[in-house]
């Protein structure tokens, strides 16, 4: 091949890789965009829009799919704001006290998808008519503002038997909140009260707040009666132990020994009970009535629905840290029972040890008288 045809073909070969470069680089072919499909947020709210006769303990369900919860208000017809807050677990957003009957309310659901754009979701609602007939009665064992020992336990008891089918419902509307945060679990001891106690003693200075929210809640063919909170402060660490074999009670404070006194107690007829339960009441003064005697006694500290108590008993005082006499009671000189009744809290935890009988459950605040593992089911 001659120059002159080499130097053309070199052009030519040039002139066509131009061409491919200028069409592999044209501005002209824009790549195609992919679209994301963001979720929508769903909704399951309960009460339902157009729900008429809804019970006045109803809680505003807030179940919601690709979002999560920012908000719920909830407002009467005459647009008050009902105060409130969500479960723990985000299932339920909770009013602040119970709804009032015959009433419209608003709700509102509002949550932020995975956008992060917020979406309100509104149901509108009205409560039952209040019924009739008369109500399942219930108190609250605190009294608001108070100081109580670390063994206090949260009690609610009831004017009739809450049958075993309607249980979950009513537990389902007790509240406990304890800063610091201390969980723990509530027992049935019986069909008429229900009581609750973290795994350990209350760490002192605990705060507590507790709600028993049952007004309106079913509970066999009748409803529940009110709602009623409380606000207490646990104090500090004390605990008695009183030992049948040696006849000595004993003071604990922090966990260090900071008094004992001998006792007498309960005779081989009438024998104080071994186990664990706190002092219920304390009473300067009172008087004992039984079909045996009728006797006036100091400085009684409750510990037994049974009538089991630590009290002054100075007609005993010779057999205190010597002999049992008493009729189950646990029997201390005029002055430990004023040094008890001055230091003591209710709330604060007795064990008693070593008697002929145990502590039947339920006889007073007996929380602390079974391992944890069996008293949270």
């Not at 009467?76 to 709804?99: H, N, Y």
């Not at 605190?142 to 049958?163: K, Q, R, W």
């Not at 009473?283 to 006797?295: G, N």
């Amino acid at each position: 091949m001659t120059r002159l045809r080499r130097g053309a073909a070199m052009l030519m070969v040039l002139a066509v890789a131009a061409q491919v470069g200028l069409s592999a680089c044209d501005s002209s072919k824009k790549p195609t965009a992919t679209k994301v499909v963001v979720p929508p947020v769903g909704f399951a709210v309960t009460p339902g829009t157009g729900n008429a006769g809804v019970p006045v303990s109803t809680e505003i369900g807030t179940q919601v799919t690709n979002g999560r919860i920012t908000d719920v208000a909830l407002v009467d017809a005459a647009g008050r704001q009902i105060a409130g807050e969500l479960r723990a677990d985000g299932t339920a957003w909770v009013p602040g006290s119970t709804l009032q009957y015959g009433t419209s309310y608003t709700a509102k659901v509002t949550a932020v998808g995975k956008d992060d754009k917020p979406v309100t979701h509104e149901s509108k609602f009205t409560t039952m008519a209040k019924p009739s007939g008369a109500a399942v009665t219930s108190e609250l064992i605190l009294t608001n503002g108070a100081t109580y020992g670390v063994g206090m336990p949260i009690v609610v008891e009831f004017g009739s038997d809450v049958p075993p089918e309607s249980r979950a419902a009513v537990q389902q509307r007790l509240y406990v909140k304890s800063d610091p945060p201390q969980p723990g679990a509530w027992h049935w001891f019986s069909g008429k009260q229900v009581m609750y106690r973290p795994e350990k003693y209350w760490q002192p200075g605990t705060k507590i707040t507790a709600r028993k929210a049952l007004d309106g809640v079913k509970i066999g063919d009748r409803y529940a009666d009110e709602d009623a909170s409380a606000t207490v402060t646990i104090g500090r660490k004390l605990t008695i132990d009183i030992d049948n074999a040696t006849k000595q009670l004993s003071v604990y404070v922090n966990d260090a020994l900071v008094k004992t006194a001998p006792v007498s107690l309960g005779k081989s007829s009438t024998p104080t009970s071994s186990g664990t339960t706190v002092i219920m009441s304390r009473e300067a003064y009172t008087v004992f009535r039984t079909p045996e005697y009728t006797a006036p006694v100091q400085f009684a500290m409750r510990l037994t629905w049974g009538g089991q108590y630590i009290h002054a008993a100075p007609w005993s005082v010779g057999d205190q840290g010597r002999r049992n006499v008493s009729h189950g009671c646990t029997n201390v000189s005029t002055d430990n029972g004023r040094w008890l009744y001055e230091n003591t809290l209710v709330g604060d935890p007795v064990t008693t040890r070593n008697t002929e009988v145990g502590l039947d459950a339920g006889d007073g605040w007996t929380v602390w008288d079974m391992p944890w593992e069996q008293y949270k089911t």
